[in-house]
């Protein structure tokens, strides 16, 4: 009897306890939730975000992308003006750096190794 008694009551608490509205679950503030990255980044952070969503990288932030040093392939070094002094590795495990003024236009050799690395221009974003 008394197991019935218990069992009708958790049975019409559990009822009455779905019948109430459910609260729904928020991401904490209560007019629309704690603002992402996204919504709240301004200024230069904002800037980056937008190029790295269209796949531009106008501040040089990652790793630039590999050249094989050949005539058809060379090195590119952006520059934003007519010439750039380049330092290059000749090999992996060198030690000493190779410095050279690399000049717009035809792509040059470095005098060490003969690699080639041509001069592109490169716009400031801002
Ligand atoms: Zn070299």
Redesign the pocket.
């Known amino acids: 009897m008394a197991a019935r008694l218990l069992l009708r009551s958790a049975v019409r608490a559990a009822v009455t306890r779905r019948a109430s509205p459910v609260v729904a679950l928020s991401r904490g503030m209560a007019a629309g939730g704690i603002p992402t990255d996204e919504e709240q980044a301004t200024g230069l952070e904002k800037k980056i975000m937008d190029a790295m969503k269209t796949g531009s990288d106008p501040f040089s932030m990652l790793k630039p992308k590999e050249y094989a040093g050949s005539k058809s392939d060379p090195h590119l070094v952006p520059s934003i003006t007519n010439k750039r002094i380049v330092g ?1 590795v ?1 090999e992996e495990d060198n030690t000493a750096v ?1 410095w050279f003024w690399l000049h717009e236009g035809e792509a040059q050799r ?1 005098p ?2 003969g ?1 080639h690395y041509k001069l592109v221009p490169h716009e400031l974003p801002h």
């Open positions: 290059c000749c190779v470095c060490s190794c690699s």
